[in-house]
């Protein structure tokens, strides 16, 4: 015989949506060189692309293409402190900050015809 003690509609008190998102963002930025870091977050990739991480729609996403990483969001905030990168995210007005990657400005690309004097 089994006897019910408590219900919840909601089993987990924390957002683990939030968590496996940025998880997943901060593999794709880990390592990678920052180009704009704000409301948005524009790095360059393993393969040389430029990419951005956004809210769009309540949506964080992820462009070029299309991905969509994490929905019902209100809010969205990527900054450097301390040498860090960290995005804050926003949601029925509590707000969640996690550290993403070690900011990594992006070199300037040198010119292939300069030649190196020594």
């Known amino acids: 015989m089994y006897r019910l003690i408590s219900h919840s509609s909601k089993i987990s008190p924390f957002p683990e949506d939030i968590y496996r998102a940025v998880k997943q ?6 390592g990678t060189s920052y180009i704009e870091i704000g409301d948005d977050y ?5 393969a040389g692309e430029t990419m951005i991480l956004q809210l769009d729609h309540h949506r ?20 450097i402190i301390n ?3 960290y995005v804050t995210i926003t949601r029925d007005e509590n707000d969640y900050r996690f550290l993403l990657t070690y900011a990594k400005e992006k070199e300037e690309i040198k010119e292939e015809n300069e030649e190196v004097i020594e």
């Open 42 to 46: 524009q790095y360059v990739n393993y």
């Open 25 to 30: 963002v901060s593999q794709y930025v880990i």
């Open 83 to 85: 040498d860090l990168v």
């Open 60 to 79: 964080l996403v992820k462009t070029p293409g299309f991905e969509i990483i994490l929905t019902d969001i209100d809010d969205l905030q990527f900054e």
